[in-house]
């Protein structure tokens, strides 16, 4: 895991006081350094995100991860934010996704047409 490689990452536990105000706020800051080092820190819940371009007759696009997912339970959004031209209406709607745990493949209802393109922004979530 990126940024996170040893147990002494891990901040020192909460000391508990008796004071419930001095206890829950010691608990609360130990939660916002937990939450630091394990999904801050460490990029291991960053998921992926980007943008593509589909132009001319082709109808799909596919992305390759940087690293591999470990499976295909993963779910991937995208969705038309631009265009040049005057693609074809189905060209701005995703029809399915193909998914791997190298990459996967958006396939739209239609490729935007000659001399003509959609931008489309994406993202991975688990």
């Known amino acids: 895991m990126p940024g996170y490689n040893k147990r002494s990452d891990i901040p020192a536990q909460a000391r508990l006081t008796g004071s419930a105000r001095e206890d829950f706020a010691a608990a609360v800051q130990y939660i916002e350094q937990l939450y630091r080092v394990l999904v801050l820190e460490s990029g291991v ?30 779910s991937v959004t995208a969705s038309a934010t631009g265009y040049i031209g005057t693609p074809a209406v189905d060209a ?33 979530q688990r």
């Open 45 to 74: 819940f960053q998921q992926p995100t980007g943008f593509a371009l589909v132009s001319e007759t082709a109808f799909t696009f596919s992305h390759t991860f940087a690293q591999a997912q470990p499976d295909v339970n993963y």
């Open 92 to 124: 701005f709607v995703v029809k399915g996704v193909t998914k791997g745990v190298t990459g996967f493949t958006v396939e739209l209802f239609a490729a935007p047409g000659s001399g003509n393109s959609v931008s489309l922004d994406w993202q991975v």
